[in-house]
């Protein structure tokens, strides 16, 4: 039976709320890139009905490690809400998340209004600062698998993320060695050019992607620019630290 947008916007926002799994949508109904989105926003408007607020947006598969994991191959955004916010150094409950994983990402935080898209010379201009971040995907579907679909329905998988120190906007990005530790163990590394070869070219991307839609990203927003390494699966007790060259460390534990 064909469901609506609205029904399956329903259902990824139930089993993000709740903590529990949903089939695939492709494995029982076709659904095209403009519905996946359609159903993206549907799901966080329930998020805005509870009282969260729109804190950012975030890329995704802007890194052949990112697409290779997950055999998927296109850039994606999402949403970001102030309630997947955690503080650096916080405590991440694990009943609240299905199967999470961590991936060290870089953030942007925005300092004007960007409406239209920019060009990479002059996007450092926009920004109030970058830092060095971690971000926790979940997604709701079983076993973690998904098409693109999929995946932009529900959200991109975000659950939540933490930030490191600010560093001021002219803060060179790119060419950054990035470790991930769990328990003191190193389980990722990279460099942050594997983000489009240059994580700045992220911000370019979101900044012409929501602008085409008539969207603004606002000041005191964050954009994540996309993983440069595979994610790692988290599991209760576990001490995540990313280390990146030129922006320092940022954690989180998991209780
Ligand atoms: C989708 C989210 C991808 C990134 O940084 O590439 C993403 C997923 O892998 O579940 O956040
Ligand atoms: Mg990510």
């Given at each position: 039976?064909?469901?609506?947008?609205?029904?399956?916007?329903?259902?990824?926002?139930?089993?993000?709320?709740?903590?529990?799994?949903?089939?695939?949508?492709?494995?029982?109904?076709?659904?095209?890139?403009?519905?996946?989105?359609?159903?993206?926003?549907?799901?966080?408007?329930?998020?805005?009905?509870?009282?969260?607020?729109l804190s950012g947006y975030k890329?995704?598969?802007?890194?052949?490690?990112?697409?290779?994991?997950?055999?998927?191959?296109?850039?994606?955004?999402?949403?970001l809400t102030d309630?997947m916010h955690?503080?650096?150094?916080?405590?991440?409950?694990?009943?609240?998340?299905?199967?999470?994983?961590?991936?060290?990402e870089i953030a942007f935080l925005i300092?004007?209004?960007?409406?239209?898209?920019?060009?990479?010379?002059?996007?450092?201009?926009?920004l109030d600062g970058v830092a060095?971040a971690?971000e926790?995907?979940?997604?709701?579907?079983?076993?973690?698998?998904?098409?693109?679909?999929?995946?932009?329905?529900?959200?991109?998988?975000?659950?939540?993320y933490?930030i490191?120190?600010w560093?001021?906007?002219?803060?060179?990005?790119?060419?950054?060695?990035?470790?991930?530790?769990?328990?003191?163990?190193?389980?990722?590394?990279?460099?942050?050019?594997?983000?489009?070869?240059?994580?700045?070219?992220?911000?370019?991307?979101?900044?012409?992607?929501?602008?085409?839609?008539?969207?603004?990203i606002?000041p005191g927003m964050v954009v994540l620019a996309?993983?440069?390494?595979?994610?790692?699966?988290?599991?209760?007790?576990?001490?995540?630290?990313?280390?990146?060259?030129?922006?320092?460390?940022?954690?989180?534990?998991?209780?």
């Amino acid at each position: 039976m064909k469901r609506s947008i609205q029904e399956i916007g329903n259902i990824l926002d139930r089993a993000a709320h709740s903590a529990t799994v949903t089939q695939q949508i492709s494995l029982s109904q076709q659904i095209d890139l403009k519905e996946a989105y359609d159903i993206q926003a549907v799901s966080i408007d329930h998020r805005f009905e509870r009282g969260e607020n729109l804190s950012g947006y975030k890329l995704g598969f802007t890194s052949k490690a990112k697409m290779e994991q997950m055999g998927v191959h296109d850039l994606i955004w999402g949403r970001l809400t102030d309630k997947m916010h955690h503080q650096n150094g916080g405590s991440l409950n694990s009943e609240h998340f299905i199967h999470p994983r961590v991936e060290p990402e870089i953030a942007f935080l925005i300092g004007k209004t960007i409406d239209r898209t920019l060009d990479l010379d002059e996007a450092t201009d926009y920004l109030d600062g970058v830092a060095a971040a971690l971000e926790v995907i979940d997604s709701r579907y079983e076993n973690f698998k998904f098409s693109l679909e999929d995946v932009i329905a529900d959200n991109c998988s975000s659950a939540a993320y933490v930030i490191g120190e600010w560093h001021p906007p002219s803060t060179d990005v790119g060419d950054l060695d990035i470790n991930l530790s769990i328990n003191k163990e190193l389980v990722q590394s990279g460099n942050s050019n594997a983000i489009l070869d240059n994580p700045l070219e992220s911000l370019v991307a979101i900044s012409r992607i929501l602008s085409e839609q008539g969207m603004e990203i606002i000041p005191g927003m964050v954009v994540l620019a996309g993983a440069a390494t595979p994610a790692s699966f988290i599991h209760p007790g576990d001490q995540i630290k990313g280390t990146f060259k030129g922006l320092g460390e940022v954690g989180l534990s998991v209780a």
